[in-house]
């Protein structure tokens, strides 16, 4: 991420503001671009934590046994942070959640203020919606934060119109390819879906369904071009156990 010269002059080591790219950003590295892109249009400093970190998302809704080991692991890397800003909704809710409940159990101070990058994006760009009408998808994991971001939009001038239901992109590790049924069927009735998950943004582009990240959107009203396409598939292995515990905790998300 960091190879491009204009964008790493975004990253500070030394920053207490971390911006958390992590493991969910393997599959859809560009969006992860377009947010040090848009960093660098602001002027922002912050510390870049790339993909080979894993927040233990997985861990947390499947109730896995590593989650405390991968918080250990993160210790050093948010333990002065003030802000952590988070890219995908699956990443804001383990921060927002599972490390503040766990934090006594590994005497883990937990002092920073978790951030989705949409909500920052949006208190600091001028941009004009101009009665512009927009698919929002509201996914799964977003829930906590979603009424906010409508609220922003509409105060620019954009005509929101909240979209809900599961991608799939989480729950294909569990169903498969029949999860791909579950994308096609929800974008078969919007012309393009504005989502704030950037896996939803790739298994809807997979299927078939117009779609981009509303971190792309952004980009785009401020003039960026949109970066060159690129994913990859990572595979991921998980028990019956694991499996259900997942489906489950989508499920109660989605209500």
């Not at 922002?44 to 692991?73: C, H, Q």
């Amino acid at each position: 991420l960091l190879q491009d010269p204009e964008l790493k002059s975004v990253n500070d080591n030394s920053s207490d503001i971390v911006l958390w790219v992590g493991r969910n950003l393997v599959e859809n590295p560009n969006v992860a671009i377009t947010v040090l892109r848009l960093l660098k249009l602001l002027g922002a400093k912050v510390r870049v934590v790339g993909t080979t970190y894993d927040s233990g998302f997985m861990d947390y809704i499947s109730g896995g046994e590593k989650l405390n080991e991968k918080m250990e692991k993160n210790k050093s890397i948010l333990s002065k942070a003030v802000e952590v800003i988070t890219i995908s909704p699956e990443d804001y809710r383990v921060f927002s959640e599972a490390y503040k409940d766990y934090s006594n159990m590994n005497s883990m101070r937990v002092g920073f203020e978790v951030s989705p990058i949409e909500l920052r994006l949006l208190k600091s760009l001028q941009i004009d919606g101009n009665g512009e009408e927009i698919y929002l998808h509201a996914a799964c994991f977003a829930t906590p934060y979603v009424g906010e971001i409508i609220k922003r939009l509409t105060d620019l001038g954009f005509r929101v119109k909240k979209v809900e239901g599961c991608s799939g992109a989480i729950l294909e590790k569990n169903l498969g390819k029949r999860a791909d049924k579950m994308a096609r069927a929800l974008g078969a009735k919007y012309p393009m879906l504005i989502t704030l998950c950037p896996l939803a943004a790739l298994k809807f582009k997979e299927n078939g369904v117009p779609s981009k990240t509303l971190v792309e959107f952004v980009a785009e009203k401020v003039g960026l071009t949109p970066v060159a396409s690129t994913s990859m598939k990572v595979k991921l292995e998980l028990s019956d156990t694991e499996k259900q515990d997942l489906k489950n905790s989508i499920t109660t998300s989605i209500i």
